[in-house]
T-cell receptor, first 112, second 111 residues
Framework: SQTIHQWPATLVQPVGSPLSLECTVE??????LYWYRQAAGRGLQLLFY??????ISSEVPQNLSASRPQDRQFILSSKKLLLSDSGFYLC???????????FGQGTRLTVV | GIQVEQSPPDLILQEGANSTLRCNFS?????LQWFHQNPWGQLINLFY???GTKQNGRLSATTVATERYSLLYISSSQTTDSGVYFC?????????????FGRGTQLTVWP
């Protein structure tokens, strides 16, 4: 069966520091991969999606970037964090032929 | 993108009560999913239901795609049902699992 792993679960980082969040999927090949952010107030917003290695699309201009160096690995990065980057970040995957999405456990990021 | 509206925004129930959560969407969809966000933040898949009716234990869901709405029914509520319930949809013309989320319904079940 397919599983998705996301780490770390929580992170406290100072303003101006770099960020790297990692997500990996097991049990499937060539998945579509996504990064979402959930700010206070419950709504989830898509940040990036990827349909293949090194193929990244950005939904919202921001201080973050994403990379997909391997088929089942998706990384969310920042060179210098801002206070406004605080939030709950969720990685998700879906199959190529099926649009049902499955989510990781999320990373709660606090920028101080 | 597609607009997704969920109602009610908040719902408070006593254990054992039944409830209906509604999701309206603004355009034709390829996918509709219901999620439960647990206290730790994880999104748990409840239903993948672009049309029709499905049941899983005390939960059931119905999507009427032609009228652009979906309903999630929770029967005999338990305290463990508490949390936020999200409806999310994807564009009919898209093969991606890219989802547009509603703002959720916060359900609180008291013992």
């Amino acid at each position: 069966s397919q599983t998705i792993h996301q780490w770390p679960a929580t992170l406290v980082q100072p303003v101006g520091s770099p960020l790297s969040l990692e997500c990996t999927v097991e049990g499937t090949s060539n998945p579509n991969l996504y990064w979402y952010r959930q700010a206070a107030g419950r709504g989830l917003q898509l940040l990036f999606y990827s349909i293949g290695i090194d193929q990244i699309s950005s939904e919202v201009p921001q201080n973050l970037s994403a990379s997909r160096p391997q088929d089942r690995q998706f990384i969310l990065s920042s060179k210098k964090l801002l206070l406004s980057d605080s939030g709950f970040y969720l990685c998700a995957w879906s199959g190529q032929l099926d649009t049902e999405a499955f989510f990781g456990q999320g990373t709660r990021l606090t920028v101080v | 993108g597609i607009q997704v509206e969920q109602s009610p925004p908040d719902l408070i129930l006593q254990e054992g009560a039944n409830s209906t959560l509604r999701c309206n969407f603004s355009d034709s969809v390829n996918n509709l999913q219901w999620f439960h966000q647990n206290p730790w933040g994880q999104l748990i898949n409840l239903f993948y239901i672009p049309s029709g009716t499905k049941q899983n234990g005390r939960l059931s869901a119905t999507t009427v795609a032609t009228e652009r709405y979906s309903l999630l029914y929770i029967s005999s509520s338990q305290t463990t049902d508490s949390g936020v319930y999200f409806c999310a949809v994807s564009d009919r013309g898209s093969t991606l699992g890219r989802l547009y989320f509603g703002r959720g319904t916060q359900l609180t079940v008291w013992p």
